[in-house]
């Protein structure tokens, strides 16, 4: 089943943050975060597990938390090279198995 | 290190037709991911592969849709005949899992852009 994401869209300025959040109605095993430009491939943030610690580097950073099956993308300072579009993915066990992409948030960071 | 390749990057076809995706994964990598990908919307996946098995075809339209992986490493997927509904990016990905499994990163290709009209 997919995630679902929240916000669907978001504008911000540059040096704003921004909080992304992906949900589940499944018990969750981990949680991947990707971004993708315009016309090009995903390209990889980070991944969560269930018992692991909150991930990050630079200024983007994400936690999961198991009990409400949900985890959460932090952008801080946002810069210009932010702008895209976020997709959470998901999986439910460690076999791989119904790894499912979310419908995606896209973030816009204007001058 | 070069990163996953595929071809061709466009395709346009007539409804009916017959059509054919070719992916070349990351050297080493085990796993390889088809997905489609609908203007505005996420991946969705349409098979896995561990090495030459498919471990997950849950959402392949299995009536005009299929793929082989052989000898484990490029993949190719098929779409025969094409309809109006198919038109997508296709995104390959692949990733290297070590086992016991856990969960890894995965890389994407450019994608192919397919209009089918």
């Known amino acids: 089943q997919q995630p679902v994401q929240s916000p669907q869209a978001v504008i911000l300025r540059e040096g704003e943050d921004a909080v992304i959040n992906c949900s589940s109605s499944k018990a969750l095993y981990s949680v991947h975060w990707y971004r993708q430009k315009h016309g090009e491939a995903p390209v990889f943030l980070m991944i969560l597990l269930k018992g692991g610690e909150q991930k990050g580097h630079e200024k983007i950073s994400a936690s999961f938390n198991e009990k409400k099956q949900q985890s959460s993308l932090y952008l801080t300072a946002s810069q210009l090279s932010y702008s895209g579009t976020y997709f959470c993915g998901t999986e439910v066990d460690n076999y791989g198995q119904n790894f499912v992409f979310g419908p995606g948030t896209r973030l816009s960071v204007l001058p | 290190e070069a990163g996953v390749v595929q071809s061709p990057r466009y395709k346009i076809i007539e409804k009916k037709q017959p059509v054919a995706f070719w992916c070349n994964p990351i050297?080493?990598?085990?796993?390889l991911y088809w997905y489609r990908q609908n203007l505005g919307q996420g991946p969705e996946l349409l098979i896995r592969?561990?090495?030459?098995?498919?471990?997950?075809d849950s959402q392949l339209p299995k009536d005009r849709f299929s793929a082989e992986r052989l000898k484990g490493v490029d993949s190719t997927l098929k779409i025969q005949p094409a309809e109006l509904g198919d038109s997508a990016v296709y995104l390959c990905?692949?990733?290297?899992?070590?086992?016991?499994?856990?969960?890894?990163?995965?890389?994407f290709g450019p994608g192919t852009r397919l209009t089918v009209t």
């Open positions: 990905a692949s990733s290297l899992q070590i086992f016991p499994r856990q969960t890894y990163e995965q890389y």
């Open positions: 050297s080493g990598h085990n796993t």
């Open positions: 592969y561990e090495n030459e098995e498919a471990v997950d």
